[in-house]
């Protein structure tokens, strides 16, 4: 059974810091690529980034504007997202995200809100 787990989220102000993880179980982690998505309230759901299997390339959505910097560590079986910089608009869940056959898998996500 897939399960992807985050952690890390919180409340920050804006031009604050956070680095969100997520761990991956029932599945060889490093042999799928992850990605990080995140909705907010009313909002779809929106790719922020994602990463190959062994980290070699590494894409982001136009509006992570350098700020965010995804990475994985495979022998921990753990995807992270480094947030720099973030703002109110930053505010979402965000969820990590494996596919596997074409079907996707999808952790609970991890709240993230950014405000003074």
């Known amino acids: 059974q897939i399960q992807l787990v985050e952690s890390g989220g919180g409340l920050v102000q804006p031009g604050g810091s956070l680095r969100l993880s997520c761990v991956g179980s029932g599945f060889t982690f490093n042999y799928y690529a992850m990605s990080w998505h995140r909705q907010a309230p009313g909002k779809e759901r929106e790719l922020v980034a994602e990463i190959t299997s062994a980290g070699g390339t590494k894409t982001y959505a136009d509006f992570v504007k350098g700020r965010f910097t995804i990475s994985r560590d495979n022998a921990k079986n753990t995807v992270y997202l480094q947030m720099s910089n973030l703002e109110p608009e930053d505010t979402a869940n965000y969820i990590c995200?494996?596919?596997?056959?074409?079907?996707?898998?999808w952790g609970q996500g991890t709240q993230v809100t950014v405000s003074a």
């Open positions: 995200c494996m596919v596997q056959l074409g079907v996707p898998s």
